[in-house]
């Protein structure tokens, strides 16, 4: 059971007249209380996880009693028997026993309630009577003293010939009440288990633990289990009718079932952090959504795996006492500790852990919450109990008025600042006097409350008129709850001025007038109308637009306004904002005026509901006559810029084709580099990022560029930035990438003609370039800017560029570029990449990624195939920028394995 239910499963555990056992769907025993303790003899940790068919006699068992009285509990939802049953010591007892079965919310069966009373006082009472069936002084005196209601009625006329005392108890009648009447006369058991009853009786001659529904004197309903059978007195026969009441028994067995459907619930909606682990590998088994948000992993995360391996357990020692006192006392309660949260922050949290027993396996169920606010409140309420100078304070500084009475005589014996400074009494005015005494309320309104107060015990918000000592009329909130101080009953009466509140209604009611002032002589037409559509108000901006007067308009279907050509798209309208249930519908029609006049209106509607149908609609219709003239024509000026788009459009799109023409596909980088995978991603059509990809010698050479700018500026750049990377291995024969670098520099100076002060153009790149040298497993790389990461066995290893870009003078001279070399070791994984994936804007609070968040990512992807990577870094960005929307620049990721 869970913690917030604690309460309900204590009250079920004292119990000690009904054995109360929760069975799993095979029949073995869940859970335990006092009762079955006391009756049964065996304790929650002996009996725990076995069947109980322990309880039945070896007869029993041989003739498969307990899996027919499941099986028909299975069907028919209840199963009831009485017999011997047997205890742990061996010795028997004669057993009630009420089986029912517990479904979930999709009807299926997951358990049952049995709940067992010990009746063998009754039956060794039965088996006596019938020794002393002969003797009407021993049956009397047995019919008296019995617990269970008793009738003795004649078998022809079913007349009551005599009644018990507990019958006159639990049915509320006198015995003259009963006496000569029927079961039926007396409306004893309820109409529909009439016939039922009485075909049996007909029948078999007895009745024997019935389940039945009776009626009490006063009308109340009451669950019985009846039995019935017939005997003679003094050669008169007779029946013999018991009445057992269980209708507690059945609130019982009805709240064990709510309460195993309500854990359901609870479970998944709980504020605390809930967690159910498999004892054998502690592995999470089921976690709710408070105990994922509490940790920041999803449920998927955490099911099937243990705390360690998440990473959320910090402490080991802390960890294993709790396992090991749940192994051998069956529970640990309230241990601090510290988890790790998926974000690396840490949280102080409490566990609560509890052995539970899932279709015969052992778990522990976890109950997590955050420590800081429990702790703060149990600092507070400690501070509130201990501290009477803190209530005082309280007493004191409340901005409500306060005043304490004595209960018994309404005496004030305190009063509080804002008390005084409200009704303007000196402390001596009122002390030792009532309230109306004293003159701040009427003894009319005393004795009101006062009657009030006896009858709840409490005050709640009651609206009272006082009066200050000047004698002005104020309103107030006054509330009232009872206390103790220093072993004397009290009341604590909170008085709260309202009177600003009241003047400050009266304002809105004015203002309410005033907008109503506004609305008619608003500059737009404003109406309301019931659901069919008949005005209900129009304002006297309506002649303007219509030439009709708001008179002859009320009452009126609105449609007398709509052209005849719009009446069908306009009811279409209203009819789709409806099925939408949408509050507010903007459409624009054409309407006829009074004299036959065509005007172009907007008319905003606002749907009024009321319990799911509508009420009617409050609209705004504005003239938008003029407005339509020149939407013509703007929109012939529109589709001019349109056309002129399209072109521009159509040429951007062609450049891209060329751009991919000239870029290597993916399929020749996965003929040179088999585990590999390119993550690329153009800000627009064309990009300013671009990848290259060569095989020189024995060596793949790899680069990820990123020119100046993107869209077109940026696409021009990579044309001639790719060309002359080319040119450098091709015809210069260059083989260090830092010698590569440098070529490109120097091209790209020369191309621009950059160090000539008059050309304005200082166009740059970026670059990360690496050779791979697969017969010596040799990496080496030269960077301008962009850095490479490799990650080796899970730590990730950042090469770092040189701080300057491409094509830039710097000190009057080209820069040399630091040449960087290397061993790899097989399963390696390094990464190309520009700047546009970490400076990516988005998230909860829309800022930039960052590399810290990039470098996060590679390492959490970093055990999946190289496609799968790409795959995951493509979901993560576009979940990244959802909220931002707009891509901030080019992005490009190259990723190679060893």
């Known amino acids: 059971m869970f913690e917030s239910d604690e309460p309900y499963r204590q009250m079920i555990e004292e119990i000690e007249d009904y054995a109360i056992l929760l069975l799993d769907e095979k029949g073995n025993v869940v859970n335990w209380n006092k009762g079955a303790e006391?009756?049964?003899?065996?304790?929650?940790?002996?009996?725990?996880?076995?069947?109980?068919?322990?309880?039945?006699?070896?007869?029993?068992?041989?003739?498969?009693?307990?899996?027919?009285?499941?099986?028909?509990?299975?069907?028919?939802?209840?199963?009831?028997?009485?017999?011997?049953?047997?205890?742990?010591?061996?010795?028997?007892?004669?057993?009630?026993?009420?089986?029912?079965?517990?479904?979930?919310?999709?009807?299926?069966?997951?358990?049952?309630?049995?709940?067992?009373?010990?009746?063998?006082?009754r039956k060794n009472a039965e088996e006596t009577g019938k020794s002393l069936a002969q003797s009407k002084d021993g049956l009397l005196k047995i019919f008296n003293a019995s617990p269970s209601g008793m009738i003795l009625m004649d078998v022809e006329t079913k007349k009551f010939i005599e009644v018990n005392k507990n019958f006159l108890t639990t049915f509320g009648y006198k015995r003259e009440e009963a006496i000569g009447l029927t079961v039926d006369e007396l409306g004893l058991v309820a109409i529909e288990y009439r016939e039922k009853l009485a075909n049996k009786l007909n029948q078999q001659g007895f009745l024997k633990n019935e389940d039945v529904l009776c009626n009490t004197k006063n009308g109340e309903k009451i669950s019985c289990i009846v039995s019935t059978d017939s005997f003679e007195i003094e050669g008169r026969p007779c029946f013999l009718?018991?009445?057992?009441?269980?209708?507690?028994?059945?609130?019982?067995?009805?709240?064990?079932?709510?309460?195993?459907?309500?854990?359901?619930?609870?479970?998944?909606?709980?504020?605390?952090?809930?967690?159910?682990?498999?004892?054998?590998?502690?592995?999470?088994?089921?976690?709710?959504?408070?105990?994922?948000?509490?940790?920041?992993?999803?449920?998927?995360?955490?099911?099937?795996?243990?705390?360690?391996?998440?990473?959320?357990?910090?402490?080991?020692?802390?960890?294993?006492?709790?396992?090991?006192?749940?192994?051998?006392?069956?529970?640990?309660?309230?241990?601090?500790?510290?988890?790790?949260?998926?974000?690396?922050?840490?949280?102080?949290?409490?566990?609560?852990?509890?052995?539970?027993?899932?279709?015969?396996?052992?778990?522990?169920?976890?109950?997590?919450?955050?420590?800081?606010?429990?702790?703060?409140?149990?600092?507070?309420?400690?501070?509130?109990?201990?501290a009477k100078e803190g209530f005082l304070k309280l007493f004191n500084t409340s901005p409500s008025g306060m005043i304490i009475a004595e209960n018994e005589t309404g005496s004030i014996v305190a009063v509080n600042e804002s008390f005084l400074s409200t009704f303007g009494y000196n402390r001596e005015d009122v002390i030792g006097l009532t309230a109306d005494e004293a003159g701040f309320v009427s003894k009319e309104t005393q004795l009101k409350s006062f009657s009030k107060l006896k009858e709840l015990g409490f005050l709640r918000n009651e609206n009272v008129p006082c009066s200050t000592k000047a004698g002005k009329k104020i309103d107030t909130i006054f509330s009232v709850e009872a206390f103790e101080m220093e072993d004397k009953g009290c009341f604590l009466c909170v008085f709260h001025d309202i009177s600003d509140i009241k003047e400050m209604e009266r304002k809105v009611i004015e203002s309410e007038n005033k907008y109503r002032k506004i609305i008619e002589e608003a500059g737009d037409t404003l109406y309301t109308s019931d659901a069919q559509g008949m005005f209900t108000y129009i304002n006297k901006r309506v002649t303007i637009l219509t030439e009709y007067s708001s008179e002859e308009l009320v009452g009126k279907h609105f449609s007398i306004l709509i052209a005849p050509e719009w009446q069908e798209r306009v009811r279409r309208s209203y009819q789709e904002q409806f099925k939408n249930k949408a509050h507010e519908s903007i459409i624009e029609f054409l309407i006829h005026t009074k004299t036959g006049k065509e005007k172009w209106v907007e008319q905003v509607g606002?749907?009024?509901?009321?319990?799911?149908?509508?009420?009617?609609?409050?609209?705004?219709?504005?003239?938008?006559?003029?407005?339509?003239?020149?939407?013509?024509?703007?929109?012939?000026?529109?589709?001019?810029?349109?056309?002129?788009?399209?072109?521009?459009?159509?040429?951007?799109?062609?450049?891209?084709?060329?751009?991919?023409?000239?870029?290597?596909?993916?399929?020749?980088?996965?003929?040179?580099?088999?585990?590999?995978?390119?993550?690329?991603?153009?800000?627009?059509?064309?990009?300013?990022?671009?990848?290259?990809?060569?095989?020189?010698?024995?060596?793949?050479?790899?680069?990820?560029?990123?020119?100046?700018?993107?869209?077109?500026?940026?696409?021009?750049?990579?044309?001639?930035?790719?060309?002359?990377?080319?040119?450098?291995?091709?015809?210069?024969?260059?083989?260090?990438?830092?010698?590569?670098?440098?070529?490109?520099?120097?091209?790209?100076?020369?191309?621009?003609?950059?160090?000539?002060?008059?050309?304005?153009?200082?166009?740059?790149?970026?670059?990360?370039?690496?050779?791979?040298?697969?017969?010596?497993?040799?990496?080496?790389?030269?960077?301008?800017?962009?850095?490479?990461?490799?990650?080796?066995?899970?730590?990730?290893?950042?090469?770092?560029?040189?701080?300057?870009?491409?094509?830039?003078?710097?000190?009057?001279?080209?820069?040399?570029?630091?040449n960087h070399e290397m061993q790899v070791e097989k399963g390696d994984t390094i990464y190309l990449f520009s700047d546009g994936y970490p400076d990516q804007f988005g998230g909860p609070k829309g800022k930039k990624l960052k590399y810290k968040g990039f470098k996060e990512i590679l390492l959490s992807v970093q055990h999946l195939p190289m496609n799968e990577q790409k795959n995951a870094l493509n979901k993560t960005i576009e979940e990244w920028k959802w909220m931002s929307e707009e891509q901030t620049d080019d992005i490009l990721i190259i990723g190679v394995r060893i």
């Open 606 to 818: 606002i749907m009024e509901m009321e319990k799911g149908w509508v009420k009617g609609f409050q609209c705004v219709v504005r003239d938008i006559t003029e407005r339509k003239k020149a939407n013509l024509l703007l929109a012939e000026q529109k589709k001019i810029i349109e056309q002129k788009n399209k072109d521009i459009l159509d040429s951007i799109n062609y450049a891209k084709r060329i751009q991919n023409a000239i870029f290597p596909p993916e399929e020749l980088v996965k003929e040179l580099v088999p585990q590999s995978f390119v993550l690329f991603k153009p800000k627009d059509i064309i990009s300013g990022d671009f990848y290259w990809v060569e095989k020189f010698d024995n060596k793949t050479y790899i680069a990820a560029v990123d020119c100046t700018g993107h869209g077109v500026p940026g696409a021009l750049m990579s044309i001639v930035g790719y060309n002359l990377l080319s040119k450098s291995i091709n015809e210069h024969e260059h083989t260090k990438p830092s010698e590569i670098l440098y070529e490109l520099s120097n091209g790209i100076n020369k191309t621009l003609r950059q160090s000539i002060e008059s050309s304005g153009i200082k166009d740059t790149m970026d670059i990360a370039l690496c050779s791979i040298d697969r017969e010596s497993n040799t990496l080496e790389f030269a960077g301008a800017y962009n850095s490479l990461y490799l990650i080796r066995k899970g730590e990730l290893i950042e090469i770092p560029a040189d701080r300057f870009p491409i094509g830039v003078f710097l000190s009057g001279k080209l820069q040399e570029f630091t």
């Open 241 to 386: 009718s018991i009445f057992h009441d269980i209708t507690e028994v059945k609130a019982m067995v009805r709240k064990v079932a709510e309460s195993e459907e309500k854990f359901q619930k609870i479970f998944q909606a709980s504020g605390i952090g809930i967690a159910i682990t498999r004892d054998s590998d502690y592995q999470y088994m089921e976690v709710n959504d408070a105990f994922a948000q509490m940790t920041g992993y999803s449920p998927e995360e955490l099911i099937g795996r243990n705390g360690v391996e998440v990473g959320i357990n910090t402490d080991p020692s802390i960890r294993q006492r709790i396992i090991s006192e749940v192994r051998e006392k069956g529970s640990a309660r309230h241990a601090e500790m510290i988890i790790n949260h998926k974000s690396g922050r840490k949280v102080d949290i409490i566990v609560s852990s509890e052995a539970l027993l899932l279709n015969g396996e052992k778990h522990t169920i976890n109950c997590i919450y955050d420590i800081t606010e429990r702790k703060r409140a149990e600092r507070i309420e400690k501070a509130f109990v201990q």
């Open 38 to 121: 006391k009756i049964k003899g065996y304790t929650d940790k002996e009996i725990t996880g076995k069947s109980f068919k322990l309880f039945y006699t070896k007869e029993d068992r041989e003739n498969k009693l307990p899996e027919k009285l499941i099986e028909k509990a299975n069907i028919e939802g209840k199963a009831s028997d009485e017999g011997w049953r047997v205890k742990k010591d061996g010795t028997r007892f004669w057993g009630s026993i009420l089986i029912t079965a517990i479904h979930d919310k999709n009807n299926k069966v997951t358990g049952f309630s049995k709940v067992t009373r010990d009746l063998t006082d």
